[in-house]
Structures are given as C-alpha cells and as structure tokens.
C-alpha cells in the first residue's frame, strides 16, 4: 500500500472567485495537459484514480508526481477505466475530492460508472481529452465523445483552449460542490489541439489553493457512518416494483437536472457565462465550441478583414445547455455555420433544436479522423453562403 | 453511538423501527450470533425467497460485525443487492461486479479523512459479481493489498437473473444456458483469492452460524491492520436448484464438509495478539 495521509506542505486557502478573477498571474508556456494537473494541485484534491490513455496519459503522470510531492493525498493507477471511475465514485461517496480523467475507449469502457456518477450526487471532476472512437481505431482529435456525454446528467464544459483548461477545471470543482448543485462536470478538451498545443497559460501562484472539501455541505450524506443510518444509501435504491418507488427513482432523476439548472448562476458568476458572443448583430455567425471555436474565432477575424460582416458565437457550456443566451445570440443571423470536430454533428442538432428558421442553419464545416480545420476552410462556406468569392 | 439518537423532544415522531433501532440496535455493543433473537438486527425484513440460505448467510454476516457503527457495506447487483437499502448502516450498491472497485476508492477516502479512526468497509456480492464480470477488479484489490474483507455469497449460480450457470456452478449441472449441462468445473476462486495476495481466505455455509461469524469476524479485524481478505459463504440456491429450503440447507453443509481457514504468517500473529488479548 502506498503511504497516505502524507502531510501536505501549508498553502495559503483562497476562493475560487480569488483564484480566478483576482490572483495576480504569472504567464507560463504549457500544454492542455500541464494546465490541468496545474488546475488540480491547486484544487486542494485529495485522491486522483486513473489510467493512461494518449492523450491523456501526461496528466496521469504529472497526477502522480503531485502525488509524490505530497501535494494530493492518495493516488493510483487502476485496473482498467471502468474500475477507475467505480473506484472514483467510492472516494466520492466517502465525502473527499476527487479527479480523474480519460480518453475517447476509455470514456466508452467507464460509460456504466460515468452513467452512475450524477445520481450518486457526486461533485467530482473529470477530465475528458476527446479523441475517435470505434473502428477504425484512431487516436486522432475527435468530439464525438461529448455526443454520448449528453444525457448522462453530467454538467460539461468544452475548453477552446489549455487557458480555458486550467480555469474552467478550477471553476468545475466550484461549481461542482455547491449543496444545490453537487452533480459532477465533464470538462472536455479536445485532444491534441488542446491536451498537446503549447501555448501560454496564465497561472496564479502556486502557494494558493481551495479550501478542502466539506462534505457537510453535501446534499446528501456521505458514506461514513457519521450521521444516522438511515435504511437507504446515498445512492437510494429505489428498484423495489411498486408506485411510490417508481416515483422516488422519477423524482430522482428529475432532481439531477433540476440541479444542473441550478448550476448555471454559477457558471455566470464563475465563468462569465455560458458563452462568449462576439458582433451579435452580424448577418453571418459562427457557433462552435472547443478548438473549433478557436479556428472559427481566426476564421471570424480575417472574414472581417476581407469586408464580411461575421459574428462569432462560442459555447463553453454544453450542459446546461445555455439555451436563452444560445437562442438570443441567433436571432438576428441570416446565416448560422456551426463548424465541428466530429462526423455527426451533435453541436448542430442542440443548436437546431433550440433556435427557429433551421433553413438559415449549415451544419459544418466538419472535420474528423485526424484532420485539421484551417480557418480558411470556414471562410470558403462563408463565401459559399453569401454568394460572394472573393 | 450518539448520531444516531434524535434530539430530545423528536424520539416519538420517528418510525418505530428507528426507535427500536435507537433503543435496542447492535450499535457500541459487542453483540454476536449468539445473541440473534434479543436485539434490533440491522436487516429485519427481506423481499427474497422464504427459506433462501444466502439470505440467512447474510443475516449472519450482519450480526457478526465486530464494529457495526463504524462499517460501511459495498454491494452490487444480486439477490442480495435487493436487500441493500434496507441495512441499517451506511451501504451503497456498486455497478454489477466492480464492488471491490468502488471499496478501493472507499477505503481510501476513509483512511484520508479519518487518519485516526478504523472505518470497516466490507463488500459483499455473489459467485458471479466476484469470479465472472468483477474478476478482474476483485483480483486487481488483491494485488494492490487494499486493505478491506470481501465476502462472496455463493449459491452457485446466476440467482437473480433467473438461474443461469455462472463460473462457480459445479460441472454438469444443467441450469439456463447451461442446457447441455455445465461445460467446466468451478472456478477454483479460493485458490485464486491466496495466490493474489489475501491474507486471510475461509469458507463457511450458514449452516454452521458460529463459525460464519468466527470467520467474519476474523476477515475483517485482519483487513484493518493486515491486508485483504476474503470469505465465501456457500449457500446453494433454493429456488434455482429446485430444491426445497430444507435440501437445500443440507445442501449447503456437505459443500462445506470441513473447515477451510488459511491464513499467512502475518495474519496468524495478528489474531494471536488480539485473540490472546481478548
Ligand atoms: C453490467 C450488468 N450486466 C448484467 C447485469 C444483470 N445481472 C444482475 S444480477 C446478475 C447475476 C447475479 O449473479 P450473482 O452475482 O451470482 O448473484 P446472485 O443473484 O446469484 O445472488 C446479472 C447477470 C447487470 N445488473 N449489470
Ligand atoms: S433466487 Fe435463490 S439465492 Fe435468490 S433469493 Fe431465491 S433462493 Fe435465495
């Protein structure tokens, strides 16, 4: 057995709103994943569960040396990712603050455990470093995972960029442990393009950290037998074949979502919403999130320069879907592009789904397998659209 | 054990099964098999089927806790998992077979959050959740030498998905989708628990109640201070083998003709200190 409980060196505790908008910051050159385990030495996490998977396997490593430097306090390589995020759940059911994360198989191997995470009210992170699924196999950048993301009851946040990684992982474990909340966030990059790009990312110091999770302050009671022993678990079985069960288990789940809804206060005082929207009034916008909204942002800025009058939309919060912000946003658009890295398009369809006059929505450029996303590629379907090459 | 006592001027609107519990439960006392009969028990009513001997190994089970205000019970989908809401102790249940995952996980946040205080996690599931789909998260607890007892209620089959052979039902027997009759022996899933590193591995059947709970009981105090353990209970399947209760008690005492206790050095001097103590 690994030693735990090791001593951890004093660090000064500080707000996430202190963290985020007010710590002075220091400008580092790092990958997606050096921000993210900079996110969770300074997220005060006491137990990190995971497995390798590229591109995932560098914040597995630098877990571990955090690990060792006493900086988390318990820490292992699990058997597989089912397990890992099984075994995740159980730290999180015995009330201590956990990360994990994972890639494209993996995501699919743990689907049975993710599925169970917000029903056990769990405020736990996890970090998704999307890449292709399926056959042919493929370790490409890919989202495609956040499309079977979806329904889990999972808040997720889409990061554009390793700035956005650090910060919105920050704002996840915020966010994530409200009492009205206390569901667990996806925060899903993009692999490679985020997880691999190396730019620079803005820190705040090292020597701050959040204060420890209370799970006091949970919505429901941890598993510890420190409070009454009531006859249901904090996951409340509810399978017995009769009205008032079936009703629970409704209620249940209802209730997770209701939560999710109650998370997006959060998500504006911490996030500064959930999206970015650039020239509202613009006869042409572009809708995306993650790297694509990165190429649609370049995209955006050269086909102002070229004289098109081009908006840019960039949703950080795939669930809760902001679909007030989502649909204002669209409403004066003649012309809606939603560039995406995945074959199928889910972004497109959340889109379609909530904003009227469909006809004005193209639902691409899209780009999978491997391939990249030049912003010229958006502006050529720009051109396309208004009818007017240039 | 005082979270459980309701603040004064609140004792008589609770159930009257949680007063009983306040007043009588096994909590803060050493109670044991013997004593079945005189107290609150922590499972009172069960929904599975009359005369079913997993139900009265895990009875047993409950009644033998050396500490039951400070366990904690992880299960999974089975028979048994049915029973699970209804434990007077904190108990959840984990997705079918990853129990011994979700214990890890468990355990571990107990030994960070309460570095000064013996928190007992137990998992409990059947032949199936422990030797066919959570093999490998039960063999991999083993080798990382987490420190919790596991105990395997195996009544030699798939129970509650309708009697089908699992990788514990004896060669031959002919159960859904087995009709040709069972095409390999048991899983030797003893032999598999010591090679991976428990330190303490024993079969009882419920027949023989004051050795479950000797077994139980030795399972997890050397789980606290030793390594992982495991024990099986074998508890045919009343329903599934066609077998009246009664048979099926009988049933279950000839599988466990002998006693079968192994433990390593480590162990056998751990139980000494406190047996020899006690
Ligand atoms: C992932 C998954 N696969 C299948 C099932 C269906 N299932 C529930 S219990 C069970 C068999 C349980 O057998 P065992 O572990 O021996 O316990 P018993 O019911 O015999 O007590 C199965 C196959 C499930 N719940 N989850
Ligand atoms: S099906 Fe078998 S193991 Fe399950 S409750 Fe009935 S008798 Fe017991």
């Given at each position: 057995m690994p030693d735990i409980g090791v001593e951890i060196p004093a660090r000064t505790v500080v707000t996430a709103e202190h963290m985020l908008f007010d710590a002075p910051r220091e400008q580092r050159y790092l990958i997606g994943n050096e921000a993210v385990a900079e996110a969770v030495k300074r997220a005060?996490?006491?137990?990190?569960?995971?497995y390798p998977i590229t591109p995932q396997s560098e914040v597995?490593?630098?877990?571990?040396?955090?690990?060792a430097r006493g900086l988390i306090r318990d820490y292992y390589r699990g058997e597989d990712e089912l397990h890992v995020m099984v075994s995740a759940m159980g730290a999180a059911t015995g009330g201590v603050r956990v990360f994990t994360a994972t890639s494209g198989p993996g995501t699919m191997r743990a689907m049975e455990a993710i599925s169970c995470w917000p029903g056990y009210r769990l405020p736990l992170v996890c970090a998704f470093m999307g890449r292709g699924v399926g056959t042919p196999a493929n370790i490409q950048p890919d989202s495609v995972e956040i499309a079977y993301l979806l329904e889990t009851g999972m808040i997720?946040?889409?990061?554009?960029?390793?700035?956005?990684?650090?910060?919105?992982?920050?704002?996840?474990?915020?966010?994530?442990?409200q009492p009205e909340v206390h569901v667990p966030v996806a925060v899903f990059a993009d692999g490679f393009f985020v997880t691999h790009s190396r730019e620079v990312v803005e820190l705040p110091p090292e020597s701050e950290v959040l204060a420890r999770y209370d799970p006091a302050v949970a919505p429901v009671p941890a598993m510890d037998m420190e409070t009454v022993p009531v006859r249901m678990a904090r996951d409340c079985l509810v399978i017995k074949s009769n009205f008032i069960s079936y009703n629970a288990n409704a209620s249940w789940q209802q209730e997770v979502w209701a939560a999710q809804h109650?998370?997006?206060?959060?998500?504006?005082?911490?996030?500064g919403g959930s999206v970015e929207v650039l020239h509202p009034d613009a006869e042409i916008l572009l809708v995306a999130s993650g790297s694509a909204a990165a190429q649609a942002r370049v995209a955006m800025q050269e086909a102002r320069r070229q004289g098109l009058d081009v908006g840019f939309v960039k949703i950080k919060v795939i669930r809760p879907f902001p679909e007030r912000e989502v649909v204002e946003a669209c409403k004066k658009a003649k012309h809606i592009l939603i560039p995406e890295f995945n074959m199928n398009g889910w972004l497109a369809r959340e889109v379609k789904s909530r904003v009227d006059?469909?006809?004005?929505?193209?639902?691409?450029?899209?780009?999978?397998a491997g391939m990249t996303m030049p912003p010229e590629l958006i502006l050529d379907e720009m051109h396309k659209l208004v009818g007017a090459r240039t | 054990m005082d979270v459980i006592k309701p603040a004064p001027g609140f004792e008589d609107i609770l159930p009257l099964e949680y007063q009983e519990l306040v007043a009588d439960g096994p909590y803060g006392r050493s109670l044991g098999v013997k004593d079945l009969g005189t107290f609150k028990e922590l499972i009172e009513d069960h929904p599975l089927c009359?005369?079913?001997?997993?139900?009265?190994?895990?009875?047993?089970?409950?009644?033998?806790?050396?500490?039951?205000?400070?366990?904690?019970?992880?299960?999974?989908?089975?028979?048994?998992?049915v029973i699970h809401p209804q434990i007077a102790l904190h108990a959840s249940i984990a997705p079918f077979g990853t129990q011994n995952a979700f214990a890890s996980g468990l355990t571990r946040a107990m030994r960070i959050r309460f570095p000064e205080k013996q928190k007992d996690v137990i998992t409990i599931g059947g032949d199936g959740s422990f030797a066919d789909i959570g093999m490998a998260p039960t063999t991999h607890s083993w080798f990382r030498g987490e420190k919790f007892a596991s105990f395997m209620l195996d009544n030699e089959c798939y129970a509650n998905t309708g009697g089908q052979a699992s990788g514990m039902t004896p060669e031959g027997v002919v159960l859904n989708m087995a009709p040709k009759g069972k095409s390999f022996d048991k899983i030797p899933?003893?032999?598999?628990?010591?090679l991976a590193g428990c330190a303490y591995v024993a079969t009882a059947s419920p027949t023989k109640p004051r050795q479950v709970e000797s077994m139980v009981r030795r399972a997890i105090l050397v789980a606290r201070e030793v390594g992982p353990t495991f024990v099986r209970l074998a508890?045919?399947?009343a329903t599934n083998y066609k077998l009246t209760p009664i048979e099926a008690h009988r049933k279950s005492k000839e599988l466990v003709s002998q006693t079968d206790e192994y433990m390593t050095e480590a162990a056998r001097e751990y139980l000494e200190s406190l047996e020899g103590a006690a």
């Open positions: 005060n996490v006491d137990f990190v569960v995971v597995s490593h630098l877990c571990g040396d955090l690990w997720i946040f889409h990061v554009e960029n390793p700035q956005d990684f650090f910060d919105m992982t920050i704002a996840a474990y915020a966010i994530a442990e109650r998370a997006r206060k959060h998500i504006n005082r911490l996030m006059n469909n006809s004005r929505i193209f639902a691409g450029p899209r780009v999978f | 009359a005369g079913c001997n997993l139900t009265l190994s895990f009875r047993l089970l409950l009644a033998s806790l050396p500490k039951p205000e400070d366990t904690l019970i992880v299960t999974t989908a089975g028979c048994f998992g899933f003893v032999e598999i628990a010591k508890c045919v399947c």
